[in-house]
């Protein structure tokens, strides 16, 4: 049959067939791996009377390049699970993406509230699944049925629990912050400048961390996304008016232009 | 090589190499075996030690092992901006130089107007390709050589002479992590002469050279029109043509064009400071009908 | 670059080995739908298997191509530029571990209401990072150089020709200090009803 090729297309999971080819160009030298997106993160998460609170400074670099000054590092699992992601970014977004589609599935089926404990298996059973090879540090926080619970999973497939947890390049300042002055069953209030604070001790004592805070609160059934809860380093220079540039710098030598069908009618379903 | 040139050039170039020699400054411990050996050939005092300086070599003794395990722990370190065009050719009226000017950090350009022209003095020229520090310290320090040997001899060093004292640097040095390629071309008594000299203290007398990144994109353009018998003007015009050719396939080459012109007769002459290689680019496209562009006989595809 | 209600992605035309130049004219924009722009920069071979040109019959495996034309033919409608820069990310990711030596920009608009469009701007890293802030964003060789002048030259809601004068002169400014680039650069403005193509005179050294 015609269609027959479609039997042989992927099924998901990830694809090989680039590995041979570019060790070998690795090899030749002809052209090394680019490099890939890392977090260089401080993330925090702080267990307190009634609920969880998961914070994250908002720097992603590549290299010594900051390529992005307002990254989101919480990511959302379940409604009331999140996450804060360290190490390599593409890893972090995908994995936990994935994560939250199987969460998703499993709430569907079973009718009943995802457990912090399962969210954070799954990931460290895929994580364990590539022997460390899967860049992601990740402090899973949430709510459910057994409580507010916080844990920490590492990339070679780790985990474990504990009333706080910082990890990142900045967790040593943050974790700083937090052996001096965590205390059991905190308000909110504490608990949320609790985190700021060792964020903020990671975003001004570590490189790789920077630009803003950003927090989540948890709580039984309500979560509370702040995102930018502190800026300080927001943008400052810019000259009022912006620039005004002179005409012929710009030589336009040929030009193209291509009409567009407007598309009328309601679109089906979104799927993102 | 010939042999005349090198017998005299030697028994310059030994004085100044003994005086730049760590030898002075670093104690008999830390000397090498190999540099013991040289100063016995030599003797233990120079004639001319004036200079007051000296190279601050690697802690430890053996600087060449030294660079050697540098090159491979840190190849980047001693990978000096090398993107460069540069070309030399003898002909009728003398020699002709034509240089780029683009300066390069990797794939950052640092400058687009540096001068790869030393002028060393008013009859010598040396390109700059390699290390740029390396190749201005050293063909400067061949001037000061090339003023007190006038002095002393009430008569100009030959450019056979002055071109084998770099050339006998670049041998004390060999290994040693100089990085150097150059042409040397001058006027004396005989006419305007040209050599090309490396940190491998390669030195070769010649007609035509190249030499850079792009160096062999301007040699296509140099050997299909070449001739001995050109004039000044044609021979102006080739050199243009070639470094604007090589500037377009080469991305470490670029900038401006220099030219200068080594007549026979005692002295050199600047033709053109800076002419920018893009606009040549697209005064010969034109002129050859084309945009410049480099989309001709390519549908308009734009999506 | 994202302006109101337009955005644009500016490019240089150069493709070569090392220091060698090959092609002053080598295509790095598609159009991937109406509404969406993809530039992608990197290894050559990876460009043109991710590429989702016309010409698809010659690279038979366009891989965006291929699974537009897939979700054109399950769906009835062409994908959002939102949902099509997730699908990049994905299909990055799935090269986790060999990856295509490629990091692609995404510019698109999505319509949002009536004479609303929200613009869609991100770019990846080689396994499929999606950063993505709806201001500008840069990759490449150039990349670095092009941090600079963007953060200083662009403002937000720019109309389409101010967006045009902002991206030219950052792209231009960056070529001139990056050996890599140059050699001709096209600047591709899309507003919800027109795709504007214009070729820039830029160095040739």
Redesign the interface.
Known sequence: MELDYLKTL?L???????????RAMAESGI?Q?????KTGTTICGVLFKDGVVLAADTR?T?GS?V?????EKIHNLAPNIFCCGAG????C??VTEMIKRQLELHRLNTHSENRVQMAALKLVAHAFKYGG??GTHLIVGGVDVKGPQLIECSNDGNMYSMPYHTTGSGSLAAMAIMETRYKENMTREEAVNLCIAAIEAGIYHDLGSGSNVDVCVITRNKYEMLRNIKHDNF?VF??PG??Q?KKD???????????????AGE??M??? | MDNENFGLAKSFSSAPVLSISPHTNFSQKEQTDIEHELNEQVGTTGEYVSEGFCFKLAPGQDQIGFMRSLKEKAPKLTDFAKGTTTLAFEFQEGVLVAVDARATMGAFISSNNVRKVIEINDFLLGTMAGGAADCMFWEKYVAMQCRVYELRNGEKPSVAMASMMLASIMRQYRGQGLSMGTMFTGSDKTGASLYYIDNDATRVKGRLFAVGSGGTFAYGVLDTNYRYDMSLDEAVNLGIRAITSATFKDSASGGVVRIYHVTNHGKWNLIHDAIDVSELHYQFEQNKGHTGRGNEGKPNKYL | MSGHNCVAIATDTRLSTQLMTIDTSFQRVFKVTDSCLMGVSGLGTDVQTLQLTLRSFYFSNSLMKFKLNLYRLKEGRDMKADVFSKLVATSLYEHRFGPYFVSPVIAGLDKVGENEYSPVICTYDSIGYREHNGQFEVAGTGAELLYGVCETFYKPNLEPEQLFEVISNSLLSALDRDSLSGWGAKVYLLTPTELTVRSLKTRQD
């Not at chain 1, 710098?249 to 598309?263: D, G, I, P, S």
């Open positions: 992927p998901g999971g990830f694809n090989f067939d680039n590995c041979i080819r570019n052209l791996a680019p490099k890939t997106m992603a590549g390049i390529g992005d000054k307002n990254c390599t970014a593409a890893d977004d995908h090879q899967i943008k810019s000259k912006g620039y540039f710098r710009v030589q336009v030598v040929e030009e193209f232009k291509h009409k567009l069908v407007v598309e679109q089906p979104d799927l993102s």
